[in-house]
C-alpha cells in the first residue's frame, strides 16, 4: 500500500520565478493538507483540500495557491519566490473528518531552495 | 492563540536511558494529541496519539498519556536505543477541520 508519494524530492529555483509541487495522498484517503518546514523548525499549516476546494489556510500570503484534482491528488504552487520560502514542503493525507482520531500520513517532502 | 511548547533540544543520553520529552499545548476546543517522529532527511511518521483525556498512546516502547487538566502530553519510553535518535514533534489537532499545530520540536540524539 502505497503511502503519500511527493515530487520532485528536491529542487533548486532562483528568487521570483515560480515552482510546482506535487502530491499523491494515501490510498483511501480523500484530504490532503501541507506545511512548511523551515530548517530547524516544525512544520507549519499552509492549507487544506477536500472534494477540490480549499478549506482551511494558514497564515500564508496569496503567493502560495494550490488545487486539488478528482483523483484527490495536488498541486502546490508558490509565485514570485523569496529566498525565505526555502524549506522543505510536507503534504499530509487523511480521511476527512478522521484525521483528529487516526492521524495524518506525511510524504518525504520536496525541499525547496530559492536562490 | 492555539500553540505548543516542547522541552528545548537536543536532548542527549545513553543507550538504554530513560527518556522524557514534555509537551504542553494550548488549544481551543478539545483537541487530539500527536506525537511525531522525524529522522534525518524524511518526512514524518505517526507514533502515537491519544483522543480523549486520560488515554494513553503507546507504539515501539514510547508511551504518553493526555492529561487535560494540565493541557500535558508528555512522551517517555523506559529505554532509549540509539536508533530512536531523531527529532519529536508534539502536535494537538484542533477539531475544526483537523490541522495540525507543530512546536519547534524535540531532537534525541542517544550515544552507545
Known amino acids: 500500500d502505497a503511502g503519500v508519494t511527493q515530487s520532485p524530492t528536491h529542487l533548486i529555483k532562483t528568487r521570483g520565478q515560480q515552482v510546482t509541487l506535487r502530491c499523491s495522498p494515501k490510498s483511501g484517503h480523500d484530504t490532503v493538507s501541507w506545511y512548511q518546514q523551515a530548517l530547524g523548525q516544525g512544520p507549519q499549516f499552509i492549507f487544506q483540500?477536500?472534494?477540490?476546494?480549499?478549506?482551511q489556510r494558514g497564515n500564508f500570503p496569496d503567493r502560495f495557491s494550490g488545487h486539488q484534482f478528482p483523483n484527490y491528488s495536488s498541486e502546490l504552487n508558490v509565485n514570485a519566490l523569496l529566498l525565505g520560502d526555502s524549506a522543505l514542503y510536507l503534504c499530509?493525507?487523511?480521511?476527512?473528518?478522521?484525521?483528529?482520531?487516526?492521524?495524518?500520513?506525511f510524504g518525504s517532502g520536496t525541499r525547496l531552495t530559492v536562490v | 492563540g492555539n500553540s505548543v511548547t516542547q522541552m528545548e533540544g537536543p536532548v542527549t543520553l545513553s543507550e538504554e536511558a530513560f527518556l522524557t520529552i514534555n509537551c504542553t499545548y494550548t488549544a481551543t476546543g478539545y483537541p487530539s494529541l500527536f506525537w511525531y517522529v522525524q529522522y534525518p532527511g524524511e518526512g514524518l511518521q505517526l507514533l502515537l496519539k491519544?483522543?480523549?483525556?486520560?488515554d494513553k498512546g503507546s507504539n515501539k516502547g514510547f508511551e504518553a498519556t493526555y492529561r487535560k487538566e494540565t493541557t500535558s502530553f508528555h512522551l517517555e519510553k523506559g529505554s532509549v536505543q540509539v536508533s530512536d535518535s531523531a527529532v519529536y514533534f508534539c502536535a494537538p489537532s484542533l477539531n475544526q477541520g483537523g490541522k495540525l499545530i507543530f512546536g519547534q520540536g524535540t531532537e534525541l540524539s542517544v550515544k552507545p
Open positions: 499530509a493525507s487523511s480521511n476527512r473528518g478522521r484525521g483528529t482520531i487516526y492521524g495524518y500520513t
Open positions: 483540500y477536500y472534494e477540490e476546494e480549499e478549506r
Open positions: 491519544a483522543t480523549k483525556a486520560d
